[in-house]
């Protein structure tokens, strides 16, 4: 039996959880740190669209700037995942702020519509070159499962607040000016990398194992060996399954809602009780998954989240699109902060960054391409969304299982040894 197994055998209570908590190194709340910054100042993705309405260009244009910056995403993940290996976490996150403050500072003194396209194309691309590298700091600071939840738990959780607290300040700025916006867009990304380099240094363990690896395989570590890992490929397969699930809570939710005679008050008020249940609930729902296999609790998550969002179809009133919402966040929180640490457990060190740019890949296709399926489906007829949402969902749950018959995972068990 597996270190993995007793360990889930015995179980992880909840006090456990809580220690993880405490003896989190700093590095993991440095990271964290700087992502509360990071999204607090994060308002392009978000204003971009109306920014451009409010300068009179049309759908059309809007339309071909947000799919420069959906395709600069994938990008920029497969890149930062690349560098985050190669360079190194710290400097590839600090060039990810650096490239991304300037980028951003200079959209509203353009004009010409090719040009905002081709820059916040380059912006899609730096803005999501950090992401793999911060996810591998975590999984570098730590040691055991319990630790790597808890620290995807603290970073999901930073998360959480910033892009709320950024909505509201997003608002306001943007009331008042625009270029006071993206100046402070700008401003916040800057901050971020000053914040990294001046806190956060790369685990010398780390760099070593990275370059005995690199000795022994002359160099041969690179996507194509992520590939070759059968469990990796199921994990990014069930990742744009449950991503094309819940992209549908901004894409099939919405026209339901108006479908059924709501207005956009009372959408606004569901993704709202979303918001406030995961900032609310989602750590101590970590917590009490904690103890179990992760990928039975992906499964589970995975799942709920399909059946809570394919029963929107049937919801014909405020109280029981409520009575979904609560389903299908319930499902969030269980798989957002275990599915990333999961991640990181499935890493040989030399790895990490390509692997979680492979995760970065998976989800932000899931996030371009998805809408477009929706909304087309929708069109057609709305039963044939939620039914393909609730497929989705089972096959999220299946591919989040391990394989038959597979072998224990020896990753898993050095670090978990350690």
């Known amino acids: 039996m597996s270190t993995t197994e007793s360990e889930d055998q015995q179980g992880v209570d909840k006090p456990r959880f809580i220690d993880a908590l405490r003896d989190l190194p700093g590095r993991v709340w440095i990271i964290s740190l700087g992502m509360l910054v990071n999204q607090v100042g994060n308002f392009l993705p978000v204003f971009i669209v109306l920014y451009l309405t409010d300068r009179g260009y049309s759908a059309i244009a809007s339309g071909f700037v947000l799919g420069a910056s959906g395709l600069g995403k994938v990008l920029g993940n497969a890149v ?18 650096v490239t991304t403050s300037a980028l951003t500072a200079i959209v509203p003194f353009l004009e010409a519509l090719p040009l905002i396209v081709t820059v916040v194309g380059l912006i899609g691309v730096t803005s999501q070159i950090y992401r793999p590298a911060a996810a591998a700091v975590l999984v570098d600071s730590v040691t055991t499962n319990q630790q ?18 950024g909505g509201v300040i997003g608002g306001f700025l943007a009331s008042t000016s625009y270029v006071e916006l993206f100046l402070g867009n700008a401003l916040a990304c800057l901050l971020f990398g000053v914040v990294i380099a001046a806190l956060l240094r790369e685990v010398p363990k780390a760099r070593s194992e990275e370059d005995d690896e690199g000795a022994q395989t002359g160099r041969t570590a690179g996507y194509r060996q992520a590939f070759a890992d059968r469990r990796l490929v199921r994990f990014l397969v069930m990742t744009m399954f449950a991503e094309f699930v819940y992209i549908q809570s901004t894409v099939g939710l919405p026209l339901h809602v108006d479908s059924v005679g709501l207005s956009e008050r009372d959408f606004g008020f569901l993704i709202g009780l979303n918001g406030l249940l995961v900032l609310a609930l989602e750590l101590p729902i970590t917590a009490a998954v904690s103890r179990f296999r992760p990928e039975y609790v992906l499964a589970i998550g995975n799942l709920t989240t399909g059946v809570g969002l394919a029963l929107t179809g049937i919801a014909d009133g405020m109280t029981l699109l409520l009575g979904t919402v609560l389903v299908w966040t319930l499902g969030e929180m269980v798989t957002s902060s275990v599915s990333m640490a999961y991640l990181g457990s499935l890493a040989p ?3 990490v960054g390509r692997y979680q740019g492979l995760y970065g890949v998976a989800y932000t296709t899931g996030t371009g391409v998805s809408p477009l399926i929706g909304g087309a489906l929708y069109s057609v007829s ?3 969304l939620w039914g393909l949402v609730g497929v989705a969902g089972v096959l999220s749950a299946q591919f989040s299982l391990p394989r038959r018959g597979a072998a224990p995972q020896a990753n898993e068990q050095e670090k978990t040894d350690e």
Do not use: E
């Open 80 to 97: 930062g995942g690349h560098l985050a290996d190669r360079i190194g976490r710290r400097w590839t996150i600090v060039l990810s702020a």
């Open 148 to 165: 790597r939840l808890a620290a995807f738990g603290v970073f999901r959780f930073t998360q959480n607040i910033g892009a709320a607290l």
């Open 349 to 351: 060190p030399q790895m």
């Open 382 to 384: 709305s039963w044939a």
